[in-house]
């Protein structure tokens, strides 16, 4: 625990973000936790994360279950790539593709596993071969509704609630916040550049504070420890190198390296939480390529808040 505590402080440290130590009263709670956040923020990728490294691996079964979705996954993703080539006129390197676009654009949009296993059989054969971990953690479905999933460890139970993060989804996050003890917020912090699905004229991050703030400043969501996620951290320093902060953010003053921009990020949803003075907890993550990691954070937090009330939190920095 000390390693990972000092870590922590470093990578503080570093962005000039010192942290304190807050000792919250205890409240008596049932271990529900809630995550939410905006959509493709990596609710969905958190739950398996924390899958991953309460269950170590896995199973077979369940790793069919995802085959569907990742092979429709791989299918709308290539789509995606050649419209962009259509648009941008970039032809096909070798003229004998031409046919395996037609074929892609002869399946439906919700591709089923015959469909995929008729047309490039001994690709998948392949693919199934090598189904792995990381494969589950990188595919994508929309999250619709709430999804309840159980974590027991001896002595314990946790109940982790991931509730879809579309606007239209949002409806429903007032009635889970009912005997929650902690919520994990996710925000993927390299979204600072992107639209939002739902509505192409609202920047991500933009959406993200808004949200933030509208869940601590409501009376409901007062009792629920919270801790702030930031995921898909290490896209961040590569997309800054080609799409400045400041394009997006004109009051940001920093340099685009990852130091101020992650200071800008944290800072601006720090303001938030002290405006209404909450104590928040707050993490950087990598699903992806440290998925057993993230679980361990996240259990930490959650035993913390459930047994001794300790939060780390950030006292912010201006630049």
């Known amino acids: 625990m000390a390693g990972k505590k000092g870590q922590l402080n470093t990578i503080y440290e570093n962005m ?22 905006s959509s493709e923020s990596g609710k969905s990728t958190l739950l398996k994360s924390l899958k991953l490294y309460m269950k170590g691996s896995y199973t077979l079964d369940e790793r069919a279950a995802f085959k569907e979705i990742i092979f429709s996954n791989a299918v709308q993703s290539m789509r995606i790539v050649l419209e962009a ?24 949009a919700q591709v089923e596993m015959q469909q995929i296993l008729d047309l490039v059989a001994n690709a998948i054969e392949a693919l199934y071969a090598d189904l792995g971990d990381q494969d589950i953690l990188r595919s994508r479905v929309k ?9 027991e460890i001896p002595g314990q139970k946790y109940f982790i609630y991931d509730v879809g993060g579309r606007r239209s989804e949002r409806k ?4 889970c916040f009912e005997d929650a003890g902690a919520v994990l917020f996710t925000v993927d912090i390299a979204s600072y550049d992107q639209l939002m699905c739902e509505h192409r004229m609202t920047n991500r991050m933009q959406e993200n504070f808004m949200l933030f703030e509208s869940m601590i400043k409501f ?10 996620l930031f995921t898909k951290y290490d896209k961040l320093a590569g997309k800054l190198k080609t799409s400045p902060m400041k394009n997006y953010f004109p009051d940001f003053q920093g340099d685009d390296d990852l130091e101020h921009a992650t200071a800008y990020i ?9 405006t209404h ?14 998925p057993r990691r993230l679980g361990y954070t996240v259990m930490d937090f959650l035993q913390r808040v459930r047994f001794d009330g300790n939060v780390h939190v950030l006292t912010g920095k201006e630049f």
């Open 16 to 37: 000039g973000l010192p942290e304190v130590e807050i000792q919250r009263d205890l409240l008596p709670w049932s271990g529900k936790t809630l995550i939410l956040g």
């Open 85 to 108: 080539m259509e648009a941008l006129r970039m032809p096909l390197e070798h003229g004998q593709s031409e046919y395996r676009v037609q074929a892609l654009d002869m399946l439906p």
């Open 143 to 151: 999250t619709t509704g709430i999804l309840k999933t159980t974590f």
């Open 172 to 175: 429903n996050w007032k009635r």
């Open 219 to 228: 009376r409901w969501a007062s009792s629920p420890t919270f801790a702030l």
């Open 266 to 274: 944290t800072n601006r949803f720090l303001s938030l939480s002290r």
């Open 277 to 290: 003075n909450r104590h928040i907890e707050i993490h950087y993550t990598s699903i992806v390529d440290h």
